[in-house]
């Protein structure tokens, strides 16, 4: 049995099976859920449009993202997901609308096709000791409590 961070390629199937099987809820929405440790020293980032985002400390190693994508209207929900990417020294999360697309460090680039849309992502982070957090958001609060 090994310990330790999991291999880029197991994180991979993670989140592939996270994006394809989106958790559905009566309220009307989906949820994004992805789970791992993270190395003290790996930027954790987080890169919203329009939603909250709240951190808070992780009692362990482990690092938790948990996103949920919700509308007050007849938004089809489909047209925004959240994106994982990976590269030396940093993990990262961004929600990506239709129409736009996301290079190999999460930068998201291209308008949303559909502005009238009024789709949220609201996301909740547990950061390890030791791990930087990035987090912002275009339309909404970021809030940190007990990050070290």
Same mark, same amino acid.
């Given at each position: 049995?090994? &310990?330790? *961070?999991? *291999? ?5 199937? #993670?989140?592939? =099976?996270?994006? !394809?099987? *989106?958790?559905?809820? @009566?309220?009307? /929405?989906?949820? +994004?859920?992805?789970?791992? &440790?993270? @190395?003290?020293? =790996?930027?954790?980032?987080?890169? $919203?449009?329009?939603? %909250? ?5 992780? @009692? ?6 948990? @996103?949920?994508?919700?509308? &007050? ?7 925004? &997901?959240?994106?994982? %990417? ?6 990262? +999360?961004? !929600?990506?609308?239709? /129409?736009?697309? #996301?290079? $190999? %460090?999460?930068?998201?680039? /291209? ?11 609201? +996301? =909740? #982070?547990?950061?390890? $000791?030791? #791990? *930087? ?10 809030? !940190?409590?007990?990050?070290?």
């Amino acid at each position: 049995m090994r &310990n330790g *961070p999991a *291999p880029l390629g197991a994180l991979s199937l #993670v989140l592939a =099976t996270a994006l !394809a099987a *989106p958790v559905a809820s @009566a309220e009307s /929405g989906r949820d +994004f859920h992805w789970s791992g &440790n993270v @190395a003290s020293g =790996t930027t954790l980032s987080i890169s $919203d449009v329009n939603g %909250k985002i709240v951190a808070t400390h992780a @009692a362990s190693r482990a690092a938790d993202v948990r @996103a949920r994508i919700h509308s &007050n209207d007849d938004s089809d929900l489909k047209d925004v &997901n959240v994106v994982m %990417k990976q590269w030396a020294g940093h993990v990262a +999360f961004c !929600a990506v609308y239709s /129409g736009q697309t #996301v290079d $190999d %460090k999460c930068s998201v680039s /291209g308008s949303h096709t559909d502005m009238k849309t009024h789709e949220t992502v609201d +996301f =909740t #982070v547990t950061v390890p $000791d030791g #791990v *930087p957090l990035d987090a912002k958001t275009v339309n909404g609060a970021v809030s !940190a409590t007990g990050l070290n």
